[in-house]
């Protein structure tokens, strides 16, 4: 299988790079600038790609590279700091920019080079820097610049070394998936041919020869990623699988006995099912935290708990497994340099203590909608492939602040009405219109805040909760834009939960874009 590696110099984009590869249908995976090269050579990689970062390549103590990692014969594509750092240890040189370029800039690019193959020959890239390509290394000539950048992009074509200045990841370079494509497709001569079910039937075969004759253990939340990660281990494992459903009593309504229809005796898998009813549990350990981290932390550690007295009733159990996907292990700063967003309680949240061999993770590496695409190729429904996400903390981190059964009881009502309204909008377009409503949301949900502000109802003063209304649109998770719900359709919403939730006399709608906001309040 070909394979492109990203490593990472600390961007905040560093994501959408991969990301971005991956939709050229090439496998792509991240690693820090801190991976040693002999792990690089053991790779077999088609070609390498460094991302941008925050530092002055110059600058003492920066993040950098050896320059042996330039004569592997591997093809090389600098982004932005990539694209200096190059430059810089091969022999140019890097200085600050008297004019430092930000935002949508026009850009005359060299089209005879491969990296602009069919790229307009002046176009629209996003830029972010500070410092600037003073004197190219040697043998590298310049293929596009700006009125203020001569060296917006350079090549060394003899070696397939490539810099740009700006960042083709991101939607404001219009032409930029051309360029990755370019480069990973025409330059490093990746053939294309990794899809979905090239994944699963790989994924399969790696789960039967890393578990062998083991039992494992998955918890099972009946969202997307457990639920294709159980299809997966099913498929693979059959019987040797239990999948134990912890109900923490942090869920949606209903959920509970929605997750045991679907996975249980009568659903729709043959799986081992086991269902913990341990509200009570996690409410007494959660009982008056409030910092979002610690949450995380503490309902992670529970959930471990919990899975080894299920694994001591089952008997030896050998592996647990776990949906992680790869947001999780980036967000949770495992997978390269970024900084920590979040912990998730399956990637960063895990006690010390596992009395498990090892950890089965078979979506470690896909994005959500390759998870989604997964799920598909596995033959899960549809209905339950497509459901929006749910976090593993679940409520615990859509209520600001202490948690309690009656605020969890306020958001769960509050949630399920905005759900409710929004599915019933959706549908009443698309039977009107025939198509699907361009504000369609991929992710909604209510949050509890921890504002509480005086009203008035039935002539009587209230101090009551506001409420919190989240809906995002987003293809990948690691961006999303505040979706553009109706007035009408919230303002239905807004009446519905005042008038029908006891303890809510306000209702908010969350406009922030993620970044700089994340799509979860916690």
Same mark, same amino acid.
């Given at each position: ?11 905040? $984009? ?8 991956? !939709? ?56 932005? $700091? ?8 091969? *022999?140019?040189?890097? !200085? ?9 800039? !026009? ?76 480069? =990973? ?28 004759? *083991?039992r494992v253990l998955l918890g099972l939340s009946g969202g997307v990623d457990s639920?294709?990660?159980? *299809? ?69 550690? +529970? ?6 007295? !299920? ?8 592996f647990l497994a776990q949906g992680t996907i790869y947001p999780d292990v980036v +967000?949770?700063?495992? *997978? ?71 605020? #969890? ?25 025939? +198509? ?19 009203? =008035? ?12 209304? /989240? ?26 939960? #005042?008038?029908?939730? /006891? ?16 799509? +979860?309040?916690?």
């Amino acid at each position: 299988m070909d394979k492109i590696l990203v490593l990472d110099f600390g961007g905040q $984009y560093n994501q959408l790079v991969a990301r971005r590869v991956r !939709e050229c249908n090439v496998y792509c995976e991240i690693a820090s600038y801190r991976t040693d090269l002999e792990t690089i050579k053991a790779m077999n990689l088609k070609g390498i790609i460094l991302t941008g970062g925050p530092n002055s390549c110059y600058a003492p103590g920066a993040p950098t590279y050896r320059k042996e990692l330039f004569e592997l014969g591997i093809p090389v594509l600098g982004l932005c $700091y990539g694209a200096q750092l190059m430059n810089q240890v091969l *022999g140019g040189k890097v !200085e600050r920019a008297t004019v430092q370029e930000y935002g949508r800039t !026009e850009v005359a690019v060299n089209t005879a080079s491969p990296l602009f193959d069919g790229v307009s020959e002046q176009t629209v890239c996003w830029m972010s820097h500070f410092d600037y390509i003073s004197r190219m290394a040697p043998d590298f000539v310049s293929i596009g610049k700006t009125k203020d950048c001569p060296v917006a992009a350079c090549e060394c074509a003899e070696r397939k070394l490539y810099g740009i200045q700006f960042h083709p990841e991101v939607l404001h370079t219009p032409e930029g998936t051309k360029m990755i494509y370019n480069f =990973v497709r025409g330059i490093c001569g990746c053939d294309g041919s990794w899809k979905m079910d090239a994944f699963v039937e790989t994924a399969i075969r790696e789960i039967r020869e890393k578990v062998g004759n *083991g039992r494992v253990l998955l918890g099972l939340s009946g969202g997307v990623d457990s639920s294709v990660a159980a *299809g997966l281990l099913a498929r693979a494992i059959g019987k040797q699988l239990t999948c134990v459903f912890v109900d923490h009593g942090l869920l949606r309504k209903n959920e509970g006995d929605e997750v045991e229809a679907v996975f249980g005796e009568n659903g729709i898998f043959d799986l081992n099912f086991v269902r913990v009813n341990a509200q009570h549990r996690f409410y007494v350990k959660l009982a008056g935290v409030t910092d979002p981290e610690t949450k995380r932390k503490i309902i992670g550690e +529970e959930f471990i708990r919990v899975f080894e007295e !299920e694994a001591n009733k089952i008997g030896e159990v050998d592996f647990l497994a776990q949906g992680t996907i790869y947001p999780d292990v980036v +967000e949770s700063g495992l *997978g390269g340099e970024s900084a920590v967003i979040k912990s998730h309680h399956n990637v960063g949240g895990l006690p010390s203590y596992v009395k498990f061999k090892e950890i089965v993770e078979p979506l470690r590496y896909l994005f959500k909608d390759e998870v989604r695409k997964a799920g598909l190729e596995l033959g899960i429904p549809e209905k339950l492939v497509m459901r929006q996400p749910f976090p593993g903390p679940g409520l615990g981190i859509r209520i600001i602040g202490d948690i309690t059964e009656d605020k #969890i009881r306020i958001v769960q009502d509050a949630d399920y009405i905005f759900r409710e309204e929004v599915g019933k909008a959706l549908d009443e377009y698309k039977k009107v219109t025939g +198509e699907v409503a361009s504000w369609k949301p991929d992710q909604y949900y209510a949050a509890l805040t921890n504002v509480r502000s005086v009203g =008035v109802m039935g002539d009587e003063r209230t101090y009551d909760y506001a409420v919190a209304l /989240r809906a995002v649109r987003t293809t990948d998770f690691m961006t999303a834009d505040s979706a553009h719900i109706p007035y009408e359709v919230l303002d239905i919403v807004m009446n519905r939960i #005042i008038k029908e939730v /006891r303890g809510v006399n306000r209702v908010f709608y969350d406009l922030t874009s993620k970044p700089p906001g994340t799509i +979860e309040f916690e």
